[in-house]
């Protein structure tokens, strides 16, 4: 049997494949390994993900995970996988390796990551070849929900919101300034909850503010990370992600504003790595 994962920020989706070919999917919360150590990480999978499979029969683990990278943060994955799979042969890999593989395949392209967090790299079919650095949600994950999330949150605070999403959203968070303030500077995985206010946005996509705070984001991704690679024009450019396919409506319609046209978007990619390792 094989194990495909892939991990954001907020959720890690499984696939398990037996000797038949017949799938299981599971799901997790997420695993990155700049937020979870191996010995929380191995607590997690054993409560989360053991008790549905057979550990002791997994002879392949493919892990794709935000974080991993480093050879290190690769390393801290593989210490609590070992202590899981102790059967397996363990391959762990970035989720931008992963989403590259699910959207192209063996071929070259551009594939970018929209969710909680976003990244893109240019893809030769084999490896990565060009990856321009995304930065995280401080700096950077321009086109995200945590970037999203960022400009609305402070928006909320300083009083800039238009009137009718102002209470809007005080009727479905009615958050105050120290709550805010606690969730991003002392609670763990701030990220997190700054993209969990991307459902509030999709409520309220007619609104002029919520559709620009949208596609102003994505404008900011396509320059600051798509507009940056090698003959961009002339490549396949594809998405995955949470944010990408909720939003993918006004995604297209601003990569039509850089002369790009968007071949695919998936919301998760690991339907598409189960084909792509059942097939190599």
């Not at 150590?37 to 550990?55: D, T, Y």
């Not at 609305?152 to 009718?164: G, H, S, T």
């Not at 003959?231 to 850089?258: M, N, Q, R």
Request: glycine residues 6%; hydrophobic residues 40%.
């Amino acid at each position: 049997m094989i194990l495909i994962a892939d991990s954001g920020a907020t959720k890690c989706d499984w696939m398990l494949i037996n000797q038949n070919g017949e799938k299981k999917s599971f799901q997790t919360v997420g695993l990155n390994p700049y937020y979870v150590g191996p010995n929380e990480m191995e607590k997690i999978l054993s409560k989360e993900l053991v008790p549905f499979i057979e550990n002791k029969k997994v002879k392949n683990v493919y892990y794709y995970s935000a974080g991993c990278s480093t050879v290190y943060k690769c390393m801290m994955v593989e210490d609590a996988l070992v202590r899981i799979f102790k059967n397996a042969e363990l391959n762990t890999y970035s989720d931008m390796f992963g989403a590259a593989r699910a959207l192209l395949g063996n071929s070259k392209g551009i594939a970018c990551i929209l969710g909680t967090g976003s990244n893109s790299c240019l893809f030769d079919g084999e490896k990565i070849v060009e990856n321009q650095p995304s930065l995280g949600y401080f700096f950077g994950d321009e086109g995200s929900g945590a970037h999203m999330g960022k400009l609305f949150i402070k928006d909320y605070l300083l009083k800039k919101l238009p009137a009718k999403i102002d209470a809007a959203f005080r009727k479905e968070h009615n958050y105050t300034l120290d709550n805010i303030l606690d969730a991003i500077y002392n609670m763990p995985f701030p990220n997190r909850f700054l993209a969990s206010f991307s459902v509030f946005y999709s409520h309220h996509l007619s609104e002029k503010y919520i559709y620009d705070l949208v596609s102003n984001s994505f404008r900011e991704f396509f320059i600051n990370q798509v507009e940056h690679y090698t003959d961009y024009k002339k490549l396949p450019l594809s998405f995955t992600g949470s944010v990408a396919f909720y939003f993918k409506d006004i995604l297209k319609e601003v990569a039509t504003e850089f002369d790009l046209r968007i071949k695919e978007v998936l919301r998760t990619p690991i339907d598409a790595l189960a084909e792509y390792h059942m097939g190599n």
